[in-house]
């Protein structure tokens, strides 16, 4: 493992504005392995401004929902952190 942290995948075109700065920093944290953004949708909802949320756990990680105005992105990380840990760093993103 890099001692930077881990990796950030960009596999998709379209990321919502914003989202891939905050996941550039998301991965220089340690126990960071991968972040990975997902799927694109659309939402009832408006967030005015950018939310990234823990939703679920996955297989060696959790997926996060970002989310602003009325488009969200999956995105999966691989860590090692426990879901408070990751909440923590997010929040201070």
């Known amino acids: 493992m890099k001692p930077t942290g881990g990796r950030l995948v960009l596999n998709h075109s ?7 700065a905050r996941l550039e920093r998301l991965v220089k944290v340690p ?3 991968t972040v990975t953004p997902g799927a694109l949708s659309r939402a009832r909802g408006h967030a005015p ?3 990234l949320r823990i939703s679920v756990p996955i297989v060696g990680g959790y997926k996060l929902i970002a ?3 009325k488009t969200v992105q999956e995105v999966f990380v691989v860590t090692s952190l426990a879901a408070t840990e990751l909440a923590r760093v997010i929040a201070t993103l």
């Open 49 to 51: 401004h950018l939310k």
């Open 67 to 69: 989310r602003q105005g």
């Open 14 to 20: 379209t990321h919502i504005p914003g989202l891939i």
């Open 31 to 33: 126990g960071i392995a």
